[in-house]
């Protein structure tokens, strides 16, 4: 079985950043992409950043203040947040496409990590 695991959340001042780290675990062949998404209180779950082997896409919500990244090894993608906003404040779940044999290809998501970020 394959396993998501978010770290790096916080409470932070606006202004403040927070890196966060997704690590996939699990007998896994390949991932083919990973990235973040947030949902924040009474709102919808909303796409932050995706990265594959040779793209990123950020939301336009976070353009020039989120970088997505990925290990050499492919199993961890981390999420470098600066210039946080009280806005920014959500669940922060991390998103991975990867192929197992038990499933094939298939999508994943971690439990969430909590970023908080006061004005």
């Known amino acids: 079985q394959v396993q998501l695991v978010e770290s790096g959340g916080g409470l932070v001042q606006a202004g403040g950043s927070l890196r966060l780290s997704c690590e996939a675990s699990?007998?896994?062949?390949?991932?083919?992409?990973m990235g973040w998404y947030r949902q924040a209180p009474g709102k919808q779950r909303e796409a932050v950043a995706l990265?594959?082997?040779?793209?990123?896409t950020h939301a336009d919500s976070v353009k020039g203040r989120f970088t997505i990244s990925r290990s050499n090894a492919k199993n961890t993608v981390y999420l470098q947040m600066n210039s946080l906003k009280p806005e920014d404040t959500a669940v922060y779940y991390c998103y991975a496409v990867i192929l197992t044999a038990a499933r094939g290809r298939d999508d994943y998501w971690g439990q969430g990590t909590q970023v908080t970020v006061s004005s």
């Open positions: 699990g007998s896994i062949f390949s991932i083919n992409a």
């Open positions: 990265i594959t082997s040779g793209r990123t």
